[in-house]
T-cell receptor, first 114, second 112 residues
Framework: DTGVSQNPRHKITKRGQNVTFRCDPISEHNRLYWYRQTLGQGPEFLTYFQNEAQLEKSRLLSDRFSAERPKGSFSTLEIQRTEQGDSAMYLC????????????FGNGTRLTVT | QKEVEQDPGPLSVPEGAIVSLNCTYS??????FMWYRQYSRKGPELLMY????GNKEDGRFTAQVDKSSKYISLFIRDSQPSDSATYLC????????????FGAGTRLTVKP
């Protein structure tokens, strides 16, 4: 169990640029989640995959955000035309099949939009 | 009103003290309750996971859930400087956790 891996750890970009983050879940976990966390707040749900299917998207996930999980393994989160309000920690989590399993988080990608 | 309320602190205690961290919630459908510890610039790390009401103990940590009062607690005994972190409560109604809601986190400092 190597844990949930996220890359890059930090990303600084200029407003209007596109950015893409990657998440590699724990290998036997079929459920994958993206959260966003701003300073002094708890994580907020963005979207959820079971295998390759994106089953739920939060209203926080505007049209500029898109997430994919091809082949049900790693996932990517892309933000197009970044805005300063997108600056946050983007967390990925995974959990194994079946119920009653808590989320295991990666160390996140910290995005700064200047 | 937020679904999950947590006192943000900060909370500062001397080494060896008993720490009590609390959350209240409004959604009576919540039945899975978690506590996460988050160090600066790291992701949340699962500490305790409980289902429905009752107590659960793991080493120096005890989690309590009172569904009738919509109130959960985490107790840390013999607190150590290494316990200094932000503690997040989380809860969900479904076992799939796609409806999980987090508190804002309580920042704890344990002074040697």
């Amino acid at each position: 169990d190597t844990g949930v891996s996220q890359n890059p750890r930090h990303k600084i970009t200029k407003r209007g640029q596109n950015v893409t983050f990657r998440c590699d879940p724990i290998s036997e976990h079929n459920r994958l989640y993206w959260y966003r966390q701003t300073l002094g707040q708890g994580p907020e749900f963005l979207t959820y995959f079971q295998n390759e299917a994106q089953l739920e998207k939060s209203r926080l996930l505007s049209d500029r955000f898109s997430a994919e999980r091809p082949k049900g393994s790693f996932s990517t989160l892309e933000i197009q035309r970044t805005e300063q309000g997108d600056s946050a920690m983007y967390l990925c989590a995974s959990s194994p099949p079946g119920g009653n399993s808590p989320l295991h988080f990666g160390n996140g990608t910290r995005l700064t939009v200047t | 009103q937020k679904e999950v309320e947590q006192d943000p602190g900060p909370l500062s205690v001397p080494e060896g003290a008993i720490v009590s961290l609390n959350c209240t919630y409004s959604n009576s459908a919540f039945q899975y309750f978690m506590w996460y510890r988050q160090y600066s610039r790291k992701g949340p790390e699962l500490l305790m996971y409980t289902y429905s009401s009752g107590n659960k103990e793991d080493g120096r940590f005890t989690a309590q859930v009172d569904k009738s009062s919509k109130y959960i607690s985490l107790f840390i005994r013999d607190s150590q400087p290494s316990d200094s972190a932000t503690y997040l409560c989380a809860m969900s109604a479904s076992s799939g956790n796609n409806d999980m809601r987090f508190g804002a986190g309580t920042r704890l400092t344990v002074k040697p």
